[in-house]
């Protein structure tokens, strides 16, 4: 599996983005799929997932009610809803297809990061 993340860019606090990303390759419905961010100096943290049906979704403490973890088999991409986004938000956002849940070492494809900057 493939994956292209997009829709990054600068916002100011309290706008809204839609992180988008696409896969390629066999399967994609089968997959559980995260979203991790990484901020400047700081370690890969875990943001949120969605289970492979859509039916299930689990968030970080920190974007709980703010984001909102979607996706579409058919289009073979997932999507995430940021809203009130605030200043330290700001990170490379990652998409990810593996396993269900926090733990980054249970995903096994990853995308190549889209940027999103929120000023204050």
């Known amino acids: 599996v493939q994956l292209q993340a997009s829709g990054g860019g600068l916002v100011q606090a309290g706008d809204s983005l839609r992180l988008s990303c696409a896969a390629s390759?066999?399967?994609?419905?089968?997959?559980?799929m995260g979203w991790f961010r990484q901020a400047p100096g700081k370690e890969r943290e875990f943001v949120g997932t969605i289970s492979y049906s859509g039916r299930s979704t689990y968030y970080a403490d920190s974007v709980k009610g703010r984001f909102t973890i979607s996706r579409d088999n058919a289009k073979n991409t997932v999507y995430m809803r940021m809203n009130s986004l605030k200043p330290e938000d700001t990170a490379v956002y990652y998409c990810a297809a593996g396993q269900y849940g926090s733990n980054p070492t249970a995903y096994d494809y990853w995308g190549q990061g889209t940027l999103v900057t929120v000023s204050s």
């Open positions: 390759g066999r399967a994609f419905s089968s997959y559980d």
